[in-house]
Every structure is written in structure tokens, then in C-alpha cells.
């Protein structure tokens, strides 16, 4: 398995702002997911980000509004830019440790509240 | 990327068997389907997969149509504690890259 820490666990923003959300991982993965789940909703994913590569971003969402790093195997950060009251949100980092296995490790969220 | 089609909300009785149904009639020879689940405020949390055979395993069991375009996910003997949104997912690749693609859900509220 994988323990996912990410910070911060809450936030609440002012409009126009940007925040930096970091997802540490315990061990090394190749594939990295960025979802985002407003309240009552799915999970929509965002972006997949692989190291040493640059990420790939699902249709709606584009890399100058979530700019996300991914620096070495077991950590990466997504930033969300120019905040509105839309993007109040959960941002939930997971991981793939094995392909094979297609088990998806979830964080438990960053709870994001733009005034 | 296939698409899952599941009810939205589903009540069963505890102790009863939970039949979830999900709909992926779009589904491509190499694709798997997952199931996962979220219980309110935490991350989603791994269930099974499969690819053609029936799975099970401590959590639930795992039913593919012959022709794969729908799965049911068991919970053979239902409890409070498994009250929670259940997601079935069918596991897309680009380009040899993998995602998973959430659907709308099935909102499973176990009754005493």
C-alpha cells in the first residue's frame, strides 16, 4: 500500500489568489493523478502527472489555471491559480503503485474555500 | 474513454447481499473495470477489478457479463459501516498512460 500526506488539509482563500497543494508519497511511483471533487460531486480528474514529463490535463482544464510540478517520484504539487468561489473544491491527490494492479492510493483531499 | 452508467442511489437491508449494477457498454477488448468507494469526507478506497472472469475477494465479489458491457459489484452480507458512494470505473490508456475516469456513482445507504 502507500500513505499519501498532503498539505494543506484546509484552506480558505480569497478570489484572485493562487495556493500550492503538496502530495508526498512513502514510495516511489511513476504515475501521479490530481482529481477534484466539488461538494455532492464525483471525482473529476485534472491532470496526470508523470516525473520527468510534463502533465497531461483532462478537457476543461488547462496548465496556466493548475500548474502542477512533479519533481521526483514521490512527491508533486498542484497550484491553483487566480482562485474564484467556483474553485472551492476537495483537491485529491492519488497514486498508482503498480500498473499491473491499477489500485489507485488516495490522500485524504485539501478542502479549498475561495471567498 | 468509456463510459459507466450506474444508478444513483441504492438502500439494503444490513445483513442482505448489495447489488450494485453498472452499465459500460462502450468498453474496449483490453479495458478493466474497478470498483471503488468513498465514505463521507475520505478518499476513495479500493474495491476489486477485473478484466472477463468473476472475481471475489474479502471485500466483495465481482460479476462480468459474457460480454462485458455491465458488471454487478457484491457485497455479500451488507453492514452499516459499508454506507458510502460506490464508483465503477473502467481504466482507460493513452499513449500506454493510464486513467481513471470517475463516474457519477451509486449513493449505497445500508439500513439497520
Known amino acids: 500500500s502507500a500513505v499519501i500526506s498532503q498539505k494543506p488539509s484546509r484552506d480558505i482563500c480569497q478570489r484572485g489568489t493562487s495556493l500550492t497543494i503538496q502530495c508526498q508519497v512513502d514510495?516511489?511511483?511513476?504515475?501521479m493523478f490530481w482529481y477534484r471533487q466539488q461538494p455532492g460531486q464525483s471525482l473529476t480528474l485534472i491532470a496526470t502527472?508523470?516525473?520527468?514529463?510534463?502533465?497531461?490535463?483532462e478537457s476543461g482544464f488547462v496548465i496556466d489555471k493548475f500548474p502542477i510540478s512533479r519533481p521526483n517520484l514521490t512527491f508533486s504539487t498542484l497550484t491553483v491559480s487566480n482562485m474564484s468561489p467556483e474553485d472551492s473544491s476537495i483537491y485529491l491527490c492519488?497514486?498508482?503503485?503498480?500498473?499491473?494492479?491499477?489500485?489507485?492510493?488516495f490522500g485524504e483531499g485539501s478542502r479549498l474555500t475561495v471567498l | 474513454d468509456a463510459k459507466t452508467t450506474q444508478p444513483p442511489s441504492m438502500d439494503c437491508a444490513e445483513g442482505r447481499a448489495a447489488n450494485l449494477p453498472c452499465n459500460h457498454s462502450?468498453?474496449?477488448?483490453?479495458?478493466?473495470v474497478y470498483w471503488y468507494r468513498q465514505i463521507h469526507s475520505q478518499g476513495p478506497q479500493y474495491i476489486i477489478h477485473?478484466?472477463?472472469n468473476n472475481e471475489t475477494n474479502e471485500m466483495a465479489s465481482l460479476i462480468i457479463t459474457e460480454d462485458r458491457k455491465s458488471s454487478t459489484l457484491i457485497l455479500p452480507h451488507a453492514t452499516l459501516r459499508d454506507t458510502a458512494v460506490y464508483y465503477c470505473?473502467?481504466?482507460?490508456?493513452?499513449?500506454?498512460?493510464?486513467?481513471?475516469?470517475f463516474g457519477t456513482g451509486t449513493r449505497l445507504k445500508v439500513l439497520a
Open positions: 492519488s497514486v498508482e503503485l503498480h500498473q499491473s494492479t491499477g489500485e489507485l492510493f
Open positions: 514510495s516511489q511511483v511513476t504515475m
Open positions: 502527472a508523470n516525473q520527468g514529463s510534463e502533465a497531461t490535463y
Open positions: 462502450t468498453i474496449s477488448g483490453n479495458e478493466y
Open positions: 477485473g478484466l472477463k
Open positions: 470505473i473502467v481504466r482507460g490508456s493513452t499513449s500506454g498512460t493510464y486513467k481513471y475516469i
